[in-house]
């Protein structure tokens, strides 16, 4: 099979860089290979009767096929070149939000209009932060929703399906370069069973791909360098609680400084209104956020993380590795994931099934009571204590007792890979886009990523 471009991985990079080939150059031949099913076919066991806690699929439906770790994700779209990624580090700030834009204007016109987009422009909450110690970052959030953000994908997936070859259930095993007739570099994958060659390979295989670009990376000999890992937990608590900054700013980035150890912790995916989830990473079981638009199925519940950032120097490399550990210690003590109430916590005892059961917050995650205190460094806990005071002065109630805390919430990050301003690897032709790169970390990065190699494709070809 011969493709002008190959894309691998269908998640939001690979489907923004697949929908923008479409409308630039219909003529181009593209096939998208993707290790997990098609969206109708993405289901995860836990039902929250049967089955409660992760079975490790082969698949992982929730991490793999089209759509990404993003098809169930609360579809918030930040616009900001303050977090989720430093692409504007390779193309430029202006070039970033430009593309960030014109990511959300596909959504909208995919399914998405009549969603809202909030800002922290003008906000007088900015001021209530810094007097409290505490740093909102700007950005503008298009808020999708799980519900809608799945209407998005099927949308684009329909307007897709019948220019571009999609190949589900088909993980890609390696990639081999080959000599073209004009003297370039072209590229095969392999997959079990055959293979396809393009003279364009973009991979695009986000977090669940991590190991996977490692072994191409080393295979190929593309340059790379170690990522941080956050590592910390899943706050959830009364939505009312939070309301004052949810109401106004539905998502906050809030960032805070320990007296202590002069650490940044910061909140990170916020759910009004929403449910704590399971994820796996890899086989190891980790906490994350949803929220959906349809009041339906709103709950009384806010969550959000607490993450404190971990980058390691000379000797030690291996920050992911690192995080995994803290993972699988939690993993280990609770058999998934561990819930403690904030206040048994302060006390130094674990949290069991009848403190649970008695707390003000009904956990909206069937998770083992535990204490979270055996598996955080100290370090890393501390600063998480001290985050949730200085987060009580701007919304009171955040320190109390019945506060439910879910561990553990790790962001592994993909190493960095060599990359030019263009996204392309030390082999021309093959470009490496979306969170697989290290580069982006979020919905809106690694979509902008997807279209800005799609466009430079559409010029060079
Ligand atoms: C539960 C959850 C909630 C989230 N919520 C948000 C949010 O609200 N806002 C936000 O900005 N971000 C959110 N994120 C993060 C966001 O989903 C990611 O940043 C984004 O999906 C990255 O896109 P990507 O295309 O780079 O990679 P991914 O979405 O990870 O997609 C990569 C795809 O590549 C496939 N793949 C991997 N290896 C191979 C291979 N060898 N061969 C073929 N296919 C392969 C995978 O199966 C996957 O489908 C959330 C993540 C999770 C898990």
């Given at each position: 099979m011969n493709y002008d471009v190959i894309i691998i991985g269908a998640g939001p990079g690979g489907i923004f860089s697949a929908y923008q080939l479409m409308k630039k150059r219909p003529d181009l031949k593209v096939g998208v290979f993707e290790g997990g099913n098609e969206l109708a076919g993405r289901h995860c066991p836990i039902d929250g009767v049967k089955i409660k806690t992760c079975v490790g699929c082969k698949i992982c439906s929730i991490m793999s096929?089209?759509?990404?770790?993003?098809?169930?994700?609360?579809?918030?779209?930040n616009i900001t070149n303050d977090f989720g990624g430093t692409l504007y580090q390779y193309i430029g700030r202006e070039k970033a939000i430009e593309l960030m834009e014109y990511v959300d204007s596909i959504n909208l016109s995919h399914g998405g209009e009549g969603t809202k987009l909030y800002t922290t422009a003008g906000t007088r909450l900015k001021k209530t932060c810094i007097e409290n110690k505490l740093q909102l970052l700007d950005a503008s959030v298009r808020h999708l929703g799980t519900d809608i953000n799945y209407v998005v994908l099927e949308n684009l997936y329909e307007e897709m399906k019948d220019h571009i070859d999609f190949y589900f259930r088909t993980p890609v095993d390696h990639i081999e370069i080959t000599d073209r007739d004009d003297g370039k570099k072209g590229y095969r994958v392999y997959y079990e069973e055959g293979s396809a060659e393009a003279d364009y390979c973009i991979v695009s295989v986000g977090r669940s791909g991590s190991k996977w670009m490692e072994k191409v990376c080393r295979e190929l000999e593309i340059p790379t360098k170690s990522n941080r890992v956050d590592i910390g937990v899943r706050v959830e608590l009364p939505a009312v609680v939070f309301s004052d900054l949810t109401d106004e700013l539905y998502e906050s980035k809030i960032v805070y400084r320990t007296e202590k150890f002069e650490d940044s912790v910061r909140t990170f995916c916020m759910n009004p209104n929403g449910i704590v989830v399971n994820e796996n990473t890899n086989g190891i079981v980790t906490v994350n956020g949803h929220s959906f638009e349809d009041p339906a199925r709103k709950t009384e519940n806010t969550n959000f993380a607490l993450l404190v950032s971990k980058h390691f120097s000379e000797p030690f490399k291996d920050s992911n590795g690192y995080g995994e550990s803290i993972a699988r210690l939690s993993n280990m003590l609770g058999g998934g994931v561990i819930v403690q109430r904030f206040g048994d916590l302060e006390r130094g005892r674990r949290s069991n099934p009848a403190r649970i059961a008695e707390s003000t917050v009904q956990p909206t995650l069937q998770a083992t009571p535990g204490d979270l205190s055996l598996v955080l460094p100290k370090r890393i806990l501390d600063g998480i204590i001290e985050m949730i005071y200085a987060l009580d002065k701007i919304a009171p109630g955040t320190a109390n007792n019945d506060t439910l805390l879910y561990g553990v919430e790790v962001k592994f990050y993909n190493m960095e890979v060599a990359l030019?301003?263009?996204?392309?690897?030390?082999?021309?032709g093959l470009y490496v886009i979306g969170d697989g790169s290290g580069v982006t970390h979020s919905l809106s990065h690694a979509s902008a990523s997807g279209v800005y190699v799609a466009d430079l494709l559409a010029e060079k070809i």
């Open positions: 096929g089209f759509g990404g770790a993003g098809a169930f994700s609360d579809g918030k779209y030019s301003s263009d996204l392309e690897t030390n082999h021309p």
